[in-house]
C-alpha cells in the first residue's frame, strides 16, 4: 500500500521515492493521480545521506537525528495537505510480475542517469567556483550551492559560522533536494510525469524552515548553556 511506498521513500533517499512510485504506476498497483500526488512528500533524503553527510557539520551528532526527524515531518505536513481524492484508494489491480532481470535493468539505467546529472552540476559549480563567486556573498553561495547540487550545498555549510543558521539551511537544503535531484527524479518518473513533486519540494521546504526557526532556539540555547 501507500504507507509501504512512504516508510521506502523516507529510507531509500533521493530519488529512490519516486523510482519505486513511477513503478508502482507503471504496474498498475496504484493509481496516476495517487502517483502524482506521492511525489509531491514521498521522494526525500535517506538517513545515509544525512547522517554521512551533516553528523560532521555540527559540534552535536545528535543534531542529525532532528534533522531526520524535521524532513519526516515537513514530508508528512505536505502530504497531509496535497489535494487528495477521497475516491482514489492506493490498491493492488491488475499488477504486473516485475522480475529480477527487470529490476536489475531498470536499477543500472537509474544510475547511469543519476552520476551523469551529478556529474552536470558539479561542473556547472565549479564554473561558477572559478569565474563567478567574487560576485555572490558567502552565505549567498551556500544557498546555490543547495538549491543547484544537495551533496555540495552540506559540504559548503561548514563555510557558516553560526550553527543556528548553519542548522536552519541544512534543514531547507534537504527538504528541496536541489536541481540535480529534481532532474534525477525526471530521469525516473518517464511515463509517469512529475505530478506534485515541485509544488511538494517548495511546501516541504517551507515547513521545513518554519520548524527549525521553532526548534532551533532550544537546541542551540541549551548547547550554549552546557557550555
Not at 115 to 140: A, E, T
Request: charged share 10%; with cysteine; hydrophobic share 45%.
Amino acid at each position: 500500500g501507500s504507507e509501504s511506498l512512504m516508510l521506502l521513500s523516507f529510507l531509500g533517499g533521493y530519488p529512490v521515492g519516486a523510482q519505486i512510485i513511477t513503478q508502482a504506476y507503471l504496474a498498475n498497483s496504484i493509481s496516476k493521480e495517487d502517483a502524482n500526488r506521492m511525489l509531491g512528500f514521498c521522494n526525500n533524503a535517506g538517513p545515509a545521506f544525512i547522517f554521512g553527510m551533516l553528523s560532521f557539520i555540527f559540534s552535536n551528532s545528535h543534531i542529525s537525528w532532528i534533522l531526520w526527524s524535521i524532513h519526516i515531518l515537513s514530508a508528512l505536513s505536505v502530504g497531509y495537505i496535497l489535494p487528495y481524492e477521497a475516491e482514489t484508494k492506493c490498491h493492488i489491480h491488475n499488477a504486473k510480475e516485475i522480475t529480477l532481470p527487470i529490476l536489475l535493468k531498470n536499477s543500472i539505467n537509474s544510475v547511469t542517469s543519476i552520476c551523469g546529472w551529478v556529474i552536470i552540476f558539479r561542473i556547472i559549480l565549479c564554473l561558477f567556483d572559478r569565474w563567478l563567486s567574487w560576485l555572490v556573498p558567502k552565505d549567498h553561495q551556500v544557498i546555490l550551492s543547495g538549491i543547484l547540487e544537495l551533496s555540495n550545498g552540506c559540504l559548503s555549510l561548514k563555510n557558516i559560522q553560526n550553527e543556528h543558521i548553519r542548522f536552519i539551511y541544512a534543514s531547507g537544503m534537504l527538504a528541496f533536494g536541489g536541481l540535480c535531484v529534481g532532474m534525477q527524479t525526471t530521469s525516473v518518473t518517464q511515463g509517469l510525469g512529475m505530478g506534485y513533486y515541485l509544488p511538494g519540494k517548495i511546501l516541504q521546504t517551507e515547513f521545513s524552515i518554519l520548524y527549525s526557526l521553532f526548534i532551533s532556539p532550544i537546541i542551540f540555547q541549551n548547547a550554549v548553556t552546557k557550555i
